[in-house]
């Protein structure tokens, strides 16, 4: 190879890599070892790490702990899902078409919304989307939103106003939900979007029948970011309060938490929106000629590799097929009743934990404002302090929420899902007794 190139030398390949970041000696690594040496080795590290088959959890913040039946493995990991990933060919794709149009299907259904795309990478990016849908084509404008958005959702928010010119302002709560005094003087006739996330991040129920009228004062759209689907069984969907938008995270609903990824973003919109939403969207139709077979297609490709880029709404170069696919056999094997129970149950378990932590001594709660399956706790020592507690008990606690909010470094967010039982919420309590003496 080197000769064809004309060289005489490996080093005269590398002449372009600057001499100051080359290493001039062997890597720092050990020696090789077997095959049943490294399993051996691996395994060990492995059991390092706390899992929820070993402890019970109570993390939420984005990443939530829902029962799968087992039916969605065993659907799921058949080949023909498992090494189908996009539809590049729709015509000879026709079982992923159809998984995808049934998961369009859900998503409106769960939301209340009119249409909903082939699915996004994660709830992260479904809100820029969401907000770029929102400033159209130029990428100029004013975006509003909510302090109680998911921090880390707001950081990719803000990564991208810097690389695509917009401005960002944020919104500050009161009583763990946004406040509507601070909003309705934010929206301006240039605000583009308004994002809000129900339940918040702080897991506290916002008005959104209160904020919809703010967003809708000007020419802004309303988006709802929604990182629990397990709520919208029990709360009001996007659709019922007016709501221009919903973005959100399916990962939880058939798909294992896996220390956080792989995610699966959705966006659902109004009608009107249609030709304006990234990624794909399937459609339904009949087959020409006598048989008259259903058929599914590829209705809307605004994707770049399909389209002259100019014209294109996004540069999403996938769908999250196989978690798609997971959350589509979930939601189908729940039904709408088994969905409905599932909230129930979060709403009630969370509710009990809640009760049994604040009647501890020196444990409170953070705000009065209702809650789903996440409430915040102020504790009597730091978050980080009790951490340390939780990891000698086996039991993985709540989130700490020092690292994105000023002054809340003795606050730790807490979830109860319905995987929960009260002897897992049980054992939590005497953890906290613990600092409690």
Request: hydrophobic share 40%; glycine share 8%.
């Amino acid at each position: 190879m080197l000769a064809d190139m004309g060289l005489s030398a490996m080093e005269d390949l590398l002449k372009t890599v600057p001499e100051d970041i080359r290493l001039r000696h062997p890597l720092d690594l050990p020696p090789a070892c077997s095959e049943p040496e490294l399993r051996r080795h691996l395994s060990v590290m492995a059991k390092r790490n706390t899992n929820l088959d070993d402890a019970p959890s109570f993390l939420g913040a984005g990443t939530y702990d829902h029962a799968i039946p087992s039916v969605v493995h065993h659907l799921r990991n058949r080949s023909e899902f498992v090494t189908s990933y996009t539809p590049y060919q729709p015509e000879v794709s026709q079982g992923m078409l159809q998984a995808i149009y049934e998961f369009q299907t859900m998503v409106c259904q769960i939301t209340g919304m009119d249409i909903a795309n082939a699915s996004l990478y994660d709830g992260s990016t479904a809100l820029v989307e969401a907000a770029l849908l929102a400033l159209g084509p130029g990428d100029r404008g004013e975006i509003v939103v909510s302090s109680g958005v998911d921090p880390q959702y707001r950081r990719v928010l803000h990564t991208y106003a810097f690389a695509r010119g917009f401005t960002i302002k944020e919104v500050p709560t009161q009583n763990g939900v946004t406040s509507l005094e601070a909003l309705n003087e934010a929206v301006t006739p240039a605000t583009a979007a308004v994002l809000m996330q129900q339940p918040n991040f702080f897991g506290c129920i916002e008005d959104m029948h209160s904020i919809e009228p703010i967003a809708h004062k000007g020419k802004a759209l309303f988006v709802t970011a929604i990182t629990e689907p397990a709520s919208l069984g029990i709360l009001e969907p996007p659709g019922s309060y007016n709501a221009d938008i919903a973005v959100g995270e399916l990962m939880s609903f058939g798909n294992p938490m896996s220390y956080g990824a792989p995610a699966l973003g959705f966006m659902a919109t109004k009608q009107k929106f249609m030709r304006l939403l990234p990624g794909r969207l399937v459609g339904q139709t009949v087959e020409e000629g006598g048989h008259k077979q259903t058929g599914y297609v590829l209705t809307l490709q605004t994707r770049e590799q399909h389209i002259r880029r100019e014209r294109a709404t996004s540069n999403i170069c996938t769908n999250q097929s196989l978690l798609a696919v997971g959350t589509t056999i979930f939601l189908a094997t729940m039904g709408k009743q088994g969905f409905r129970e599932m909230s129930e149950l979060c709403a009630q378990k969370a509710h009990y934990a809640f009760r049994q932590i604040t009647a501890l001594r020196g444990f409170s709660s953070v705000f009065s404002s209702p809650f789903f399956d996440e409430f915040t706790i102020r504790t009597p020592v730091s978050a980080r302090q009790l951490e340390l507690y939780f990891e000698r008990a086996g039991v993985i606690g709540g989130y700490p929420l020092d690292a994105h909010y000023a002054g809340m470094e003795d606050c730790m967010l807490f979830c109860v899902t319905e995987t929960r039982t009260k002897e897992d919420i049980d054992r939590l309590v005497e953890v906290l007794k613990e600092v409690q003496a």
